[in-house]
Structures are given as structure tokens and as C-alpha cells.
Nanobody, 112 residues
Framework: QVQLVESGGGWVHAGGSLRLSCAASTRTFSNYNMGWFRQAPGKEREFVAVIRWSGSTAYADSVKGRFTISRDIAKKMLFLQMNSLQPEDTAVYYC??????WGQGTQVTVSS
């Protein structure tokens, strides 16, 4: 069982930045593919970014060049640096481990 706790959401103006964090409770953090997903009101949950156990990363086209996923293995932390935020980035952002475990989500609101 892996517990994930997100933090760092909030409200920003368009063009602003936020950094999301996710704390993981597992001794084998480095073995997991860790990802970020988001769900906007009335929409399905969608993939945002992943950092695989190998350290390779992948991004949704909609965030490529603006968002950066990273991790601190020693601290068992996952991060999502979000720059140039736009109103369409407004959503609840979820941390995910191996497409199996989910955090409770953190709200990101971007105003125009």
C-alpha cells in the first residue's frame, strides 16, 4: 500500500507559476513510475506527466514546455513545476503511483 499526499495547489493569475508536491509513504519509491493527472470540472481525468522508475519523463502535449516533473528519491517526494499557467490548466491535480495508487488531489485555479 502506498499513501500519497499532495500539496501546493492554489490560485494564480494567467501566466503565473505554481509548484505541486506529493509525499509518498513507501520504502521503494524509486521503483515506482510516478505521475501527475488532472481533472477539470465536467471532464475526465487526464494524464499530465510521468517520471518513470528509470528517471525518464513524458508529458501531455498540452503542458509540454511549461510543466516539469521531478522527484527527490531520498525524500520520497514528487514535484510538478507549472509555469505559464493558463485558465485551461484549472483542475484538481492528482499524484499517482504505478497507475494504481492515488492521492486526494489538490486544487489549481488559474484566472484570466
Amino acid at each position: 500500500q502506498v499513501q500519497l499526499v499532495e500539496s501546493g495547489g492554489g490560485w494564480v493569475h494567467a501566466g503565473g507559476s505554481l509548484r505541486l508536491s506529493c509525499a509518498a509513504s513507501t520504502r521503494t519509491f524509486s521503483n515506482y513510475n510516478m505521475g501527475w493527472f488532472r481533472q477539470a470540472p465536467g471532464k475526465e481525468r487526464e494524464f499530465v506527466a510521468v517520471i518513470r522508475w528509470s528517471g525518464s519523463t513524458a508529458y501531455a502535449d498540452s503542458v509540454k514546455g511549461r510543466f516539469t516533473i521531478s522527484r527527490d528519491i531520498a525524500k520520497k517526494m514528487l514535484f510538478l513545476q507549472m509555469n505559464s499557467l493558463q485558465p485551461e490548466d484549472t483542475a484538481v491535480y492528482y499524484c499517482n503511483a504505478n497507475n494504481e495508487y492515488w492521492g486526494q488531489g489538490t486544487q489549481v485555479t488559474v484566472s484570466s
